[in-house]
C-alpha cells in the first residue's frame, strides 16, 4: 500500500536529461534558466518548455514509481494498492491506471471526500472493480475511542453511493500485549479500531452489513451520462463537480477521462460512448 503522496515535488534525477531527451525529443541543458523563471528565447518558447518538463516528471512518475511499485509486486504475488493523489507532480487518473486497486480516502465527521471520486472514475475508466479507501480516519477531536458503528454508518453509506466499494479501516493497531488496554495507537490518529475496543464484539452485524454491500457494489457497473475530456496538463488533479466547466445538472453523473484512454480505447456503439471496462457514456464534453 502506498497512502497519498505527502512528499513534495520531485524534479530531477541523475538521469533526468536522458529521459526528458528520451520523451521529448530535444536537448533540455540550453533551456534549463527557464526552471528559475527566467525567459529562454521568448515567452512562448519558456512556456513549451516548462509544459514539457511537467508532462516528463508526470510520464515518469506515473511509470517509474506507481508503475514499478505495481511490477514489483506482482513478481511477489501482491495486489498494488496506492492513493495517487496529494500533491505530487504527477497526473492523477494516469497514475492509478497502474494499480490493482485505486484508493480515495475519508475522515470520519467531514464533508467531501473527492479522493473517493477519483478512485472510482479509476476503477470505472479502466475495469477495475475494487475501489478502495483509507476509511474513517479521525483527526483527534472525531477519534478518542468516540466512534462506534451507528455513528459511521451513514457516512459509510454516503461514500459507497461515491463509487467505493472496499472500506480499508483507518487504522487497526497490532495490539501486542494480551491484556493491556485500551492499548497501541498510532498516536492520536484514526478510529482505534481493534480488539481492545469496547464495542469489538458486538461489531459482527456492521461488518456483515458491510461485507453484504461491498459484495454487490462489486459486481455492478457505474451509471454515468457524460464522459468528461480529462486535462493533459501536468500535474492534473481530479476535478470537483462544483468546478466543471460547463458545469453538469443535477441528476447527472460523470467520469473524467484521460485523453489517451479516450482516443485509444474508446468506440461508439448503438449511440453510446463505450469503453473496454463496459464503462458507456450518453455524451461527450
Known amino acids: 500500500v502506498i497512502d497519498s503522496y505527502e512528499v513534495g515535488m520531485q524534479t530531477w534525477t541523475e538521469k533526468y536529461p536522458q529521459e526528458f531527451q528520451q520523451r521529448r525529443g530535444y536537448d533540455l541543458r540550453k533551456y534549463l534558466p527557464a526552471m528559475t523563471g527566467r525567459v529562454v528565447g521568448s515567452g512562448d518558447i519558456s512556456d513549451r518548455f ?31 494498492y496506492a492513493e495517487p493523489y496529494s500533491g505530487g507532480p504527477f497526473e492523477e487518473i494516469g497514475s492509478g491506471s497502474k494499480l490493482d486497486i485505486p484508493m480515495g480516502e475519508f475522515w470520519a465527521g467531514q464533508g467531501g471526500q473527492p479522493s473517493v471520486r477519483l478512485a472510482a472514475t479509476i476503477g470505472h475508466v479502466f475495469g477495475k472493480p475494487v475501489v478502495g ?83 454487490l457494489l462489486q459486481r455492478g457497473t457505474f451509471v454515468a451520462d457524460v464522459a468528461y475530456l480529462g486535462n493533459e496538463n501536468a500535474p492534473h488533479s481530479f476535478p470537483e463537480r462544483e468546478n466543471l466547466d460547463p458545469p453538469i445538472p443535477d441528476g447527472y453523473d460523470f467520469d473524467d477521462l484521460p485523453p489517451e484512454a479516450l482516443i485509444k480505447q474508446m468506440t461508439v456503439r448503438d449511440g453510446r460512448l463505450v469503453l473496454p471496462s463496459g464503462m458507456s457514456y450518453r455524451i461527450l464534453v
Open 133 to 215: 479507501a483509507e476509511s474513517f480516519t479521525a483527526a483527534p477531536v472525531n477519534g478518542k475511542w468516540q466512534g462506534y458503528p451507528y455513528a459511521f454508518k451513514g457516512q459509510g453509506d454516503w461514500m459507497y453511493t461515491k463509487g467505493l466499494n472496499q472500506f480499508i479501516f483507518h487504522r487497526y493497531a497490532q495490539q501486542p500485549h494480551p491484556t493491556a488496554v485500551p492499548g497501541m495507537t498510532m498516536g492520536p490518529w484514526g478510529i482505534h479500531y481493534e480488539r481492545t475496543n469496547t464495542w469489538w464484539e458486538q461489531s459482527r452485524a456492521w461488518l456483515t452489513y458491510l461485507a453484504r454491500c461491498e459484495y
Open 50 to 80: 516548462l509544459w514539457d518538463i511537467r508532462r516528463t516528471d508526470a510520464d515518469l512518475m506515473d511509470n517509474n514509481y506507481f508503475g514499478r511499485f505495481a511490477e514489483l509486486c506482482h513478481q511477489h504475488g501482491l495486489k498494488a
